[in-house]
């Protein structure tokens, strides 16, 4: 079940336009995955000069690890569990004390929302 409305991609931006921005190395590679395949529309270089101008890039680290399997493990145990790597991205959130910001639906429920502050973000 969905809590809230998602906010639409522009929309999300301009109501946190002020807020200060992190993103985890993995999203960063992310986005540089989807240049190589085709799914985004820009050079490497481009996507790197994009992401390191407007946000910080953190580091994935052995406590980031530590804090993603908690994570899961909390998640599992509501019977909600969410991918892998999915996970660690928003572990990194909750590691920088940050909100979790996605667009990815299985992060949209009311059990996950219990263990992870997450803002749903609709890119479309």
């Known amino acids: 079940m969905i809590t809230s409305t998602a906010y639409d991609a522009r929309s999300f931006?301009?109501?946190?336009?002020?807020?200060?921005?992190?993103?985890?190395?993995?999203?960063?590679?992310?986005?540089?995955?989807?240049?190589?395949?085709?799914?985004?529309?820009?050079t490497p270089e481009a996507i790197i000069h994009s992401v390191t101008t407007s946000?910080?890039?953190?580091?994935?680290?052995?406590?980031?690890?530590v804090e993603g399997h908690e994570l899961?493990?909390?998640?599992?145990?509501r019977g909600a569990s969410v991918d892998q790597l999915d996970a660690l991205i928003a572990a990194s959130a909750r590691e920088h004390g940050g909100r979790f910001a996605t667009a990815e639906t299985q992060f949209w429920t009311d059990d996950v929302r219990a263990v992870l502050d997450v803002e749903a973000c609709d890119p479309h």
């Open 13 to 42: 931006l301009e109501a946190h336009e002020r807020d200060p921005w992190g993103v985890p190395s993995i999203v960063l590679f992310e986005a540089l995955m989807g240049s190589l395949h085709g799914y985004i529309d820009a």
């Open 55 to 65: 946000m910080e890039v953190l580091e994935t680290t052995r406590q980031t690890a």
């Open 72 to 77: 899961q493990q909390a998640l599992q145990e």
